[in-house]
């Protein structure tokens, strides 16, 4: 059987970078016991509201959010300005007929005028 080396930059940089490092003499800086405190409450919710950095979270909003937005209202103004130069008497004529049932349940009941009511016999 054949051993076939690699020919992926890792394998490269991991042989390279393992044979020009010399070994590290690491020295134990603290003396005792390492104690890791809790976080408070304040670092928590600093961490939590404002962890992020600032130039990310302004590219974020400026690309995601303002952005579309500005373009849209570009749009509407340019498309409803046309409208309006174009057909000038029908922006009114175009809102939909509303619907109204004969019975309301959710408002009184406004009985007709009497000019307005069928005159029948008693």
Known sequence: MVDY??????????KVSNQDLPEKNLEKVVSGE??????GVGSRF???????????????????????????LLWET???????????????????????PRVQYNNPIYRQEPARRSYLPD
Do not use: C
């Open 34 to 39: 390492v104690v890791i405190k809790p976080q």
């Open 78 to 100: 340019i498309s409803k300005g046309t409208e309006r130069v174009i057909f000038p008497d029908s922006v009114h004529r175009r809102r939909a007929p509303t619907y109204t």
């Open 5 to 14: 080396q690699g020919n992926s930059k890792k394998e490269k940089e991991a």
């Open 46 to 72: 600093k961490n939590i509201f404002f962890g992020g950095d600032m130039t990310t979270a302004s590219q974020y909003v400026v690309g995601e959010i303002i952005l579309p937005a500005l373009r849209n």
